[in-house]
């Protein structure tokens, strides 16, 4: 997609023989399908989006782009944390150019989100330092051609309260929209606003309209994008949502994906990668081997959604007699004194089967990873017959009645 290479930058030839550029703000960011990332095993040093740069691996960095690509996404949000410039200037500039380059060759265009010390937030006389760190990075990056946007601040509307600390919040927000439209004359400005109303509220200080949304249910969903999108033609500037997702928050990745494609809204999923230091326990669609947790999130990025409608088909488990096989084997195998091993791991791996192909049992754990778990650990009879127990008390209610 990348907007930047769809738009090529439009130059006016001053009286000097110089150039001078123009903001390249897109017109319309309906086809921006993002994610917002962080390494897999990013590490809480304190916090891992110091850790992403300090620790940074490049081979890591083409594998999860490689991941990315394989979801047709076309847009990152990644977090750029002052503390790691910090700590280590020389290292967070040498990684954070790679990594640009990087998403580039991958035609995946790069939205920094630049982050700050709460005590420069809240001390005026450390503006100052701010301004640096963003002089830094337009010098380091202004000139890729990967960069899109600069997001400057995230969600200075969340959280709501103390209401003089989301004005400072605010305050600021708006001084670093204007510090990097002065040192960064081409490229876009957003705010990643927590809501809709914050981002109305600082509309006048962006290129580019930005909210998040992590509604509960398809009606708020549909309310937020709408209101979103009428606000956004109103004022005549483009909108995204640049964070969706989260299985804690009643935000299921199938249906948020669907409504906001439904509704050709872009978006930027929370995120990638299932951070083990971070978010990961209810955010990610990818382990940094590559698996998936829920296939149902990579099949939503590509467009495929579940039937909630009134015409689902059930399976029928049983309508080849497979069900009331293992079960019927099942029970014997546990009446024998001395059963086998690997006939007690068959038959459980054939219930197992059974029940995951028929959506028969929830998956935070499949049964199918706790029948290899029992295959690759010393044998246990007692834990099989227990599991073994355990799986055909579920498969028995599918059985076909004769």
Known sequence: MRWLSAMTAIVALCASGAYAAQRNVPKDLSNVRGFNYTPANAAARPGHHISQWLDYDP???EHDLDLAKRLNLNEVRVFLA???WEQDKAAFGEHVLDFVRACHRHDIGVMPVVTYPREMIADKAQWPLAREWAGYLVKTLGREPGLEMWDVMNEPDWPPTPAPWVRQRFEFAKHMAGVFHELDPRTPVTIGMAFVPGMEELADDVDVLEFHDYSP??????????????FAAKVGKPVVDGEIGCIAR????DVTLQEHMNAGMGWYIWELMIVRKGWGPIHGVFYADGTVRDPSI???ILGF???RGPDIL????DQEGH???VVTNGKKWLEEPQPSWEEGLNLAETAANLMEAGQLVPMRDPPTRQVGLMRRGAPDLPALRALLEKYIQILEPYEKKK
């Open 323 to 325: 069900v009331t096989e």
């Open 314 to 317: 059930p399976s029928v488990v």
């Open 59 to 61: 081979a890591t960095t």
């Open 305 to 307: 959604f579940r039937n």
């Open 298 to 300: 990579p099949a939503a």
């Open 250 to 253: 009643a935000n299921p990745y």
């Open 217 to 230: 249910t398809r009606e708020e969903i549909r309310a937020n994008i709408l209101r979103a999108q009428q």
């Open 82 to 84: 002052y503390q790691a």
